[in-house]
């Protein structure tokens, strides 16, 4: 069983900044790929960004060009590095890893609003 913790969501202002954090309880010797979800009232749960272990990179279009995802394979912790952020971006953000099961942390609110 491996356990995900997140951390860093929180208010922030159109136009400000964020940083997302996912640690795993354990270490985990593969981690085929690691990434975030999020999900906004009354939607269904959609990817952000994920990273492979060949360090592969997808965003969805909605936030290329401002979210930076990255991974510390040591620490097996995963980043979401959030600029310029819209209300719009208002959602619980689920982290998950693939082991090739897949678990997920128990989501962190972030809320972009003046």
């Known amino acids: 069983q491996v356990q995900l913790v997140e951390s860093g969501g929180g208010l922030v202002q159109p136009g400000g900044s964020l940083r997302l954090s996912c640690a795993a309880s354990?270490?985990?010797?593969?981690?085929?790929?690691m990434g975030w979800y999020r999900q906004a009232p009354g939607e269904q749960r959609e990817l952000v960004a994920t990273?492979?272990?060949?360090?592969?990179?997808n965003y969805s279009d909605a936030v290329k060009g401002r979210f930076t995802i990255s991974r510390d394979n040591a620490k097996n912790t995963v980043y979401l590095q959030m600029n310029s952020l819209k209300p719009e971006d208002t959602a619980v953000y689920y982290c998950?890893?693939?082991?090739?099961?897949?678990?997920w942390g128990r989501g962190i609110q972030v809320t972009v609003s003046s």
């Open positions: 990273i492979t272990r060949s360090c592969t990179i």
């Open positions: 998950y890893v693939l082991i090739p099961l897949v678990y």
């Open positions: 354990r270490i985990i010797s593969s981690i085929n790929a």
